[in-house]
């Protein structure tokens, strides 16, 4: 990290970020005095803590990989480096404010996939006639043409995460977090878009992509972080880190 | 320890961080931007609310085979309502023109009252949006008194056709119902962003928000006179001034309908109530800002 810090500028930086929801859940724990580390009882009122403290630095160019089993936090650190989710404690800095690309973050479901287009291209800042001008490029991208009359309801997952990534891919941005929401999309439109993150990089962002796909991750990314309950377990090169997560959970890197 | 850093040297490595951050001029991500950028990105995405609200009013009337008429025929039933229910029960008690009256007050307080509601959903009920794209959050509050101005101006063609109907004629002091509504508006913009916080910190408001808006309806002179309510119970006189909705009400009716004028002073209440509420409104939404990624 110290040999790229000199060479590239740092984009992101993560400064002891902590993350910590508060729940109210009656009920009673499965057994009394067992209770998991990062979920703590005060009578109705449960902590989890998300992010326990994680620092990290994000450079120039980079497309680093997000990995960790459900619910290690990943959702949580990105949305809280793009600034969707307050901080409990630590710092994030970024050149710009990085802009989130994440399963579930649905748009109007009534409305066709047309007007989600435009309404979403308004929402990041593009004019009326801009998004007017981009509008058949994206519906290009997304591939789908012969739906995008019809409501986004009737939309598989897929077709719904395929229309987001066109939309937010239509602009530059200085910094995109991407989470899982190429995990839904066909071979194809996979290649299209991994091809697109890898230019939105290159021009000077820098990408974040959480996924649980090792292989998608070591295609894509250089560098990966590794988050285990809340806490960065390890970073380095794709290579280094995929590898240290496949040896431990037992998975395979081609998957 | 504070760092759960799994490498001591990397935590040390990092303790500098913050200081780095500024060395190379990042800014902390989230932080509330300056009031000029704020209000400059809102202005940027002006078209954005203004298409928010008409793509919302069309996914709403999409369901639904009367559509939009659906705005013009509940008011026009309430009116029908209130007016046989509150003409038999007030008897001799009911202000005088009484149908005009009614009319006016229910289109108006139509307008506040869903201003107030819709503003106070608009955070919540948009809270895919928000969540997905970082945009000034005061836009979903906008855009929820786009939606009511478009709604206003169903409601309004029913008045104008109701009122000639009930004898009053159209006159050229109708048009001053305009510059009535642009007060009321500042006002109705106000509570939609105080009450558009105030659900985010405490999601139980959404459940006062219909008794809060009925305790307006019978505070404000829809259907009575607010001379009544005061000359019966004389200590309640401030209510006439100090209650911004029953002030834009009988501005309305000053303008639109004969036999209920109201003093020029009442103009500057109606402005003072406007603009203080839509400043006090909008800082008050303004400085929770940060806030409202995690609401929904």
Redesign the interface.
């Known amino acids: ?2 040999e790229q810090a000199s060479t590239a ?8 970020a902590k993350v910590t929801y508060r729940v109210y859940a009656s009920g009673k724990a499965v057994q009394e005095g067992e209770s998991n580390s990062r979920v703590k009882r005060t009578g109705n009122l449960r902590t989890v803590e998300a992010i ?6 994000a450079h120039e160019g980079d497309v680093i990989g997000v990995i960790g089993t459900n619910g290690s936090g990943k959702t949580s650190l990105m ?9 409990d404690g630590g ?12 399963v ?5 479901k ?2 066709s996939g047309e ?1 989600n287009i ?3 291209g ?4 593009f ?2 006639a801009e998004i007017k001008e981009k509008l058949d490029q994206i519906i290009e991208f997304s591939g789908l043409k012969d739906f995008i009359e019809l409501p986004m309801r009737t939309y598989s997952s897929g077709m719904t995460e395929r229309l ?1 990534f066109s939309i937010a891919a239509s602009r530059e941005h200085d910094i995109l977090i991407i989470d899982e929401a190429l995990a839904v999309g066909d071979s194809k439109f996979r290649k299209r878009s991994e091809a697109r993150m890898k230019e939105l990089a290159k021009n000077a962002g820098c990408v974040f992509l959480v996924s649980h796909s090792l292989k998608s991750i070591l295609d894509t990314c250089n560098r990966a972080i590794w988050l285990d309950e ?5 970073e380095g090169t794709a290579y280094e880190v995929c590898k240290a997560y496949a040896d431990e959970v037992g998975a395979d890197l081609d998957d | 320890m504070e760092s759960h850093c799994p490498r001591q040297e990397l935590g040390e490595r990092l303790s500098k961080l913050s200081d780095l951050a500024a060395e190379s001029g990042l800014e902390r991500v989230g932080k509330r931007p300056k009031l000029s950028r704020y209000l400059r990105d809102v202005w940027i995405r002006r078209a954005f609310a203004l298409t928010l609200s008409q793509y919302r009013l069309l996914a709403t009337s999409a369901r639904s085979r009367l559509g939009v008429a659906w705005l013009i025929i509940v008011p026009a039933l309430q009116i029908t309502l209130y007016g046989l229910i509150f003409g038999l029960v007030l008897g001799d008690s009911r202000p005088g023109n009484f149908l005009p009256y009614l009319v006016v007050g229910v289109v108006l307080f139509q307008f506040l009252a869903g201003s107030f509601s819709d503003g106070a959903r608009s955070i919540s009920s948009n809270s895919a949006l928000a969540k997905s794209l970082s945009f000034p959050r005061v836009l979903l509050p906008m855009s929820a008194m786009v939606s009511q101005w478009m709604k206003f101006s169903g409601l309004m063609l029913l008045a104008l056709i109701a009122l000639p109907i009930l004898g009053e004629m159209p006159r050229w002091s109708w048009l001053m119902i305009v510059p009535v509504i642009g007060l009321a508006s500042l006002f109705a913009l106000g509570i939609g962003m105080m009450a558009a916080r105030l659900t985010v910190h405490f999601n139980d408001l959404s459940s006062l928000i219909p008794f809060i808006t009925r305790i307006a309806f019978y505070a404000s002179g829809v259907f009575f006179s607010m001379d009544r309510l005061t000359d019966a119970i004389s200590w309640l006189g401030f209510l006439v001034w100090a209650n911004p909705v029953s002030v834009y009400l009988s501005l309305a009716r000053d303008v639109m309908i004969t036999g209920h004028p109201v003093d020029a002073w009442m103009w500057w209440v109606g402005a003072g109530w406007g603009v203080f509420t839509l400043v006090f409104g909008f800082f008050f939404f303004w400085s929770a800002e940060e806030r409202y990624g995690r609401a929904g």
């Open positions: 990290m110290v500028k740092p984009v992101v930086i993560v400064d002891n326990k403290g994680v620092s990290l630095i949305k809280a480096i793009s600034g969707l989710t307050p901080l710092k994030i800095f970024a050149t710009s404010r990085p802009s989130f690309l994440g579930g973050a649905a748009m109007l009534e409305l007007k435009i309404l979403g308004l929402a990041m800042g004019s009326r987001k809340g806490v960065l377990r390890a």
